[in-house]
């Protein structure tokens, strides 16, 4: 569905909420994906990016693109923390947000503040003219003004959803990182791996520097890549990581000759899961590629080390509360429900209770068939969204492997996670609760705990 036309009567509002509620009132679709209308206001906004042409863009820093279905995040996080440690003024784009919309745009860790953002919206606004725009448009450029107005050296902009008609691909990048590729926004990327990751492979560019960072390339990823005369740099072909017999540290091994040498004694991520070592891995490779390039300087291995130990990620396997221990996790498609799955068998807790809720355009079968054997009971609700997936046709799935004492559902969050801390109050270090499935369900968790 198309974006309605809107005349810009809507200068000036007074805070950044209504700007955000009238942004998301011009498009019936959450989603509407095509790089047409950015690009238009894009080239109003900052006409100096194309002096030459679109393909040969004039950037005024340096450009990482972060795509792929999981994996991002963790990614975005390593290498703000060891570039933000080398006196780099770093600016990061990332979605969704959990509390605050101003997570979603930041320099050196300090989120953009309302005053600035709504003065940015404005210049958007009358840029614009009768260009329609979506909700994660007017994010997405808002963004690439702010990092330009603050002189930033450089950029990571973490892809939205699939890549080759994300927003976020108006930008050339210097660098493009595919992390993984599994099912997920099947409804808007492709049915089968080699689609999906056709679409993803849209923010490599010629003459730039590509990265697929998981075993197994898709073909559709080595045919768009083939022509790139830099050629794709591949997790466990070109670069890889061991860890210590010990299971304390890591080595980071590149194959290549590019920027960083091999890497001895790295810490192990304060971010949880097994996963971390593959995303740090892809992480050195982007720095070490860059180097090779000089579009960055040397980072000496210190630099290094002090930005994996500073690294915090919300959301991922994230400790929100000890007694019980209550856990936080964006597990809404089958590789993140393995990782969730593998880490809580590590665990061996006796009693796991899950409080769940999912959007509708998941695979919320597969996600319920991979967690079932480790969840004792499930509280579940229905998310306040157009896109939700109704609390009752989760919970009738669960039912009938687990029979019908085993789910229980709720109106809201709040509702669920009173009942699930009534249910058990032993809080052994055996017990724990998962929350988990959609962005919106931790971003739930989130604000009551914040309230709280």
């Known amino acids: 569905m198309s974006i309605h036309s809107t005349s810009n009567s809507f200068s000036k509002k007074k805070t950044l909420e209504q700007w955000l509620a009238w942004q998301e009132s011009l498009n019936p679709s959450e989603i509407d994906l095509g790089l047409e209308r950015v690009n238009q206001v894009l080239k109003k906004l900052q006409p100096q990016f194309f002096l030459s042409n679109e393909n040969k863009q004039q950037l005024p820093f340096v450009l990482i693109t972060i795509g792929g279905t999981n994996g991002k995040g963790s990614t975005v996080e390593y290498l703000h923390c060891i570039l933000s440690h080398t006196d780099y003024k770093v600016g990061v784009y990332t979605s969704p947000h959990f509390v605050?919309?101003?997570?979603?745009?930041?320099?050196?860790?300090?989120?953009?503040?309302?005053?600035?953002?709504?003065?940015?919206?404005?210049?958007?606004?009358?840029?614009?003219?009768?260009?329609?725009?979506?909700?994660?448009?007017?994010?997405?450029?808002?963004?690439i003004q702010y990092f330009t107005e603050q002189a930033c050296d450089i950029v990571i902009l973490e892809v939205g959803l699939g890549g080759r008609l994300d927003a976020v691909n108006c930008l050339n990048a210097d660098c493009a990182l595919v992390t993984t590729v599994s099912l997920d926004h099947q409804d808007w990327l492709g049915q089968d791996i080699e689609t999906i990751a056709k679409e993803k492979a849209g923010i490599y560019r010629e003459d730039k520097i590509a990265i697929y960072g998981d075993n197994d390339v898709p073909q559709s990823i080595l045919a768009v890549t083939q022509s790139n005369q830099h050629g794709l740099l591949k997790y466990g072909i070109d670069f890889n990581y061991f860890k210590n017999r010990?299971?304390?540290?890591?080595?980071?091994?590149?194959?290549?000759?590019?920027?960083?040498?091999?890497?001895?004694?790295?810490?192990?991520?304060?971010?949880?899961?097994?996963?971390?070592?593959?995303?740090?891995?892809?992480?050195?490779?982007?720095?070490?590629?860059?180097?090779?390039?000089?579009?960055?300087?040397?980072?000496?291995?210190?630099?290094?080390?002090?930005?994996?130990?500073?690294?915090?990620?919300?959301?991922?396997?994230?400790?929100?509360?000890?007694a019980p221990l209550t856990l936080l996790d964006v597990a809404h498609n089958e590789q993140a429900a393995l990782v969730l799955r593998d880490y809580l068998l590590q665990r061996k807790f006796k009693n796991i209770r899950a409080i769940f809720s999912v959007l509708k355009d998941k695979d919320y079968l597969q996600i319920i068939k991979l967690l079932l054997p480790v969840i004792n009971h499930w509280h579940i609700y229905t998310l306040n969204s157009p896109r939700a997936l109704d609390a009752k046709k989760i919970a009738s799935v669960i039912k009938d492997s687990m029979g019908e004492n085993s789910v229980t559902c709720y109106n809201n969050f709040n509702e669920a996670y009173h009942h699930c801390i009534q249910s058990n109050t032993t809080h052994a270090s055996t017990d724990c609760i998962i929350i988990f499935g959609s962005f919106l369900t931790v971003s739930d968790a989130k604000i009551y705990f914040h309230g709280k």
């Open 100 to 143: 605050s919309y101003n997570e979603r745009i930041q320099i050196n860790h300090q989120p953009v503040n309302d005053k600035h953002l709504c003065s940015i919206f404005e210049s958007i606004e009358k840029a614009r003219e009768q260009t329609p725009l979506t909700y994660f448009e007017y994010g997405t450029l808002a963004a």
């Open 246 to 322: 010990d299971e304390t540290g890591w080595h980071w091994h590149n194959k290549t000759s590019l920027g960083l040498p091999s890497l001895t004694l790295l810490p192990d991520s304060p971010i949880s899961g097994e996963i971390q070592y593959k995303n740090m891995a892809n992480t050195l490779m982007i720095i070490s590629a860059l180097i090779a390039k000089k579009l960055i300087r040397q980072i000496s291995s210190q630099s290094i080390t002090q930005g994996i130990i500073d690294a915090k990620l919300s959301g991922r396997l994230e400790v929100i509360q000890t």
